[in-house]
């Protein structure tokens, strides 16, 4: 089976079949990763590029030790230290960057669309990894799979996405994907990081009051507070933001029932979540590390149209 | 030059001879002769089935870039933009560098467009240094020739100072034109605020952004009993409170774009950074509101918007491209091609005849001995805009090599004919 698209740029670009396929293929890639010698040599005549214009720690490990497991030769590019600080654009950067024969670029950007831009101008497939405000599609996957490996489905699972869902990229893709695979989603925090078509444009719910989504949910989805992406004050201090949004495990032992945690990372811990949540029992935070290489060597390797 | 234009329509609003197809004779720049047949020797025949004659057509808001800018446009391209486009009158924006602020910027422009084949007015910035903060001197710059006064697409924000403004140039019987925007709401945002930008995860820019503006800049105008155009007009709402302040009696007038007629913000989702217009392209109810209010005769004007960007300002990532897009050359076909049922009548009080009467322009009449200055056009024609016939500095434009409804075929300007 093959992916309907030559890029993976997003999840709303996706069909529900391609979902699936990367997901069932990233099974496989996890049994692969309990192996003594987790390496398999699928994409040894493959070059990556991975383009970051913005900071990153998980996602740009995850990505490059995804690529190494399935034997692809990887170059690394950040922005800070290279010759976009000196001025090049990012077109000029990228075609230098093929020039030397690579076969395919990740990329993450602080601009929305910026890999859309890209995929116009090149003939390389692109995933992207992180675009602005607009989609993160391996973290939806990576989401997704750790979601259904807990609970055993997504169809029909209550989600709840919690915290800035205005400047989350990872919100979007979760709802694209969630969306798609049947899943319900409600949205929750403070009005004025929650953006105001969201339920005209998705036919998701939005809840103001924390407790409340997390009483409907089955699984809460917990998202950093982007600071460095709010330009103007969109609540009054951390402290409130804790007091009013934040989850510990009071209110969780307050629901009566058992829910998953989960949290894309980084945790800003005693903001969005206390640490007796972010490593108590519910939390499967560090799977969702875990199968985030599994999912990415599943896109990497169909995107490179090697599935059968 | 001697030019026979052969058996024309004439739409000339308030004329005699509007509605009536004629021979013209065009000699020195002067008509010499309107009649049924007319006969001369050795002139250049147009001879065009279809073709309409009107008075030459006026854009109200265009950017030329020159002085300071002229990797994008100069007077000198931004000109053979606008007669190519059947314009023979153009305000350019004051958005140079320096700004047109002061009597000098304005007689430079003034004096460099003698030479060219249309009349380039300059637009004076209500502020120094568009900076929103105080009055430029534009009683100097209205005696040096500055036609109206905006701060070009860096709208005054102030409502004291706006309102300062609007008193100050009641003196010289000026008019403030306005680009509502106010920039405290969606200040980052880059596209319409709706279901669109959403799903395409790019910041919003609320329409009540404008609307605000529009309410406020309307009262102002008001109180200071003098005239404010509001130009760019982009959401349903906006022209609800135009059209009542004009049912009112105060003098507010109105243009919008022709791409805010002929786009809307559904057709973003590939992130076309040309289609990254301030202010933005809004839903397409707001869209049909703007085409019923131009034909319901609520929109004075349709200004080009002509702001011309170089190729990497728009060939990159979509929250880095500059705004605008180039517009002259293709306004009156998207115009008639967003609009099709427009009659002549209706498209020559868009192009001209409204902004002749807002703006006070010195319009000669249309009768033998008078001056000629004159845009021939044909409705039923074709119009494709491409890399070879552009005739801009910059090609920032969705429209190459779209086939639009309705042509230019030339204007007639300045004792010359200039022909597409």
């Known amino acids: ?308 | 030059m001697n030019i026979l234009l052969r058996k024309v329509l004439i739409a000339y609003p308030g004329s005699v001879f509007n509605n009536s197809v004629k021979d013209i004779l065009v000699s020195g720049g002067v008509i010499k002769s309107i009649d049924d047949a007319v006969d001369a020797q050795d002139a250049d025949v147009i001879d065009i089935p279809g073709l309409v004659v009107s008075p030459g057509w006026v854009d109200i808001f265009s950017h030329f870039a020159d002085p300071g800018l002229e990797y994008r446009e100069t007077l000198e391209t931004g000109a053979a933009a606008a007669a190519a486009g059947g314009f023979t009158t153009v305000f350019a924006i004051p958005n140079t560098a320096p700004a047109i602020q002061s009597k000098t910027q304005a007689e430079y422009v003034v004096q460099k467009s003698k030479s060219l084949p249309v009349n380039i007015y300059p637009l004076g910035a209500v502020t120094k240094n568009l900076e929103g903060k105080e009055l430029a001197e534009m009683y100097d710059m209205h005696a040096s020739g500055a036609v109206a006064f905006s701060d070009g697409t860096q709208p005054v924000q102030s409502a004291g100072l706006l309102l300062k403004a609007l008193q100050y140039v009641k003196a010289f019987d000026g008019v403030v034109v306005q680009v509502p925007m106010d920039k405290s709401i969606g200040q980052y945002g880059l596209i319409n605020e709706g279901v669109v930008s959403t799903r395409l995860g790019l910041p919003g820019i609320p329409a009540m952004a404008e609307e605000l503006i529009v309410a406020r800049d309307i009262k102002l105008a008001r109180y200071a009993e003098s005239k404010i155009h509001f130009t760019g007009v982009s959401t349903a709402k906006s022209m609800e409170y135009i059209k009542r302040a004009k049912d009112a009696g105060l003098q507010v007038t109105c243009s919008v774009t022709p791409y805010h007629l002929y786009f809307c913000d559904e057709d973003m989702v590939s992130y076309d950074t040309n289609l990254k217009v301030t202010p933005p392209l809004r839903s397409k109810a707001d869209r049909e509101a703007l085409k019923d209010a131009v034909l319901n005769g609520w929109v004075d004007c349709v200004a080009s918007h002509h702001i011309p960007h170089n190729w990497d300002s728009k060939v990159c990532e979509f929250e880095y491209a500059k705004h605008g897009m180039i517009g002259l050359q293709t306004a009156y076909a998207v115009l008639q091609t967003a609009i099709p049922q427009l009659n002549a009548a209706q498209v020559v009080n868009l192009l001209c005849t409204n902004a002749s009467k807002i703006f006070n322009l010195p319009t000669p009449g249309f009768a033998e001995g008078e001056a000629a200055a004159l845009t021939l056009f044909n409705p039923a024609g074709q119009t494709r805009l491409t890399k070879e016939n552009n005739k801009s500095k910059s090609a920032n434009s969705p429209f190459f090599d779209q086939t639009l409804t309705g042509e230019v075929v030339g204007i007639i300007n300045r004792n010359g004919l200039y022909r597409n």
């Open chain 1, 1 to 308: 089976m093959k992916l309907s698209t030559r890029h993976l740029l997003g999840i709303k670009d996706l069909t529900k079949e391609d979902i699936s396929l990367i997901l069932s293929t990233a099974e496989q890639f996890k049994e692969v990763l309990q192996r003594p010698v987790k390496k398999v040599p699928s994409l040894r005549d493959v070059t990556i590029v991975n383009l970051f214009y913005e900071n990153s720690t998980r996602t740009r490990m995850s990505f490059e030790l995804a690529e190494r497991r399935l034997s692809a030769d990887t170059l690394n590019f950040t922005a800070s230290s290279s010759s976009a600080a000196k001025g090049e654009t990012l077109l000029d950067t990228v075609n230098n960057i093929l020039s030397m024969k690579v076969d395919m670029v990740v990329m993450r950007h602080s601009a929305s669309g910026a890999p859309h831009f890209l995929s116009k101008h090149i003939p390389a497939a692109i995933i992207n990894a992180g675009d602005g405000i607009n989609e993160h599609p391996t973290q939806a996957l990576l989401d997704a799979f750790s979601m259904r490996e807990k609970t055993g489905r997504l169809e029909g699972l209550k989600v709840a996405i919690i915290g800035d869902i205005m400047h989350s990229r990872v919100a979007l893709s979760n709802i694209y994907l969630l969306g798609k695979m049947g899943a319900e989603v409600t949205v929750a925090g403070p009005p004025t990081l929650i953006p105001k078509y969201i339920s005209e444009s998705f036919g998701i719910r939005v809840e103001y009051n924390v407790k409340k989504a997390l009483q409907w949910c089955d699984v809460a989805n917990v998202l950093r507070i982007q600071l460095e992406r709010q330009n103007q004050p969109l609540f009054s201090s951390l402290r409130e933001y804790n007091i009013a949004y934040g989850i510990n495990r009071r209110l969780l032992e307050s629901l009566g029932k058992e829910i998953v945690i989960m949290h894309p990372g980084p945790i800003n811990r005693g903001v969005e979540l206390d640490s007796d949540v972010a490593d108590g029992p519910f939390s499967i935070i560090l799977n969702q590390v875990e199968n985030g290489v599994a999912v990415r060597m599943a896109a990497l390797y169909l995107l490179a149209n090697r599935g059968n």
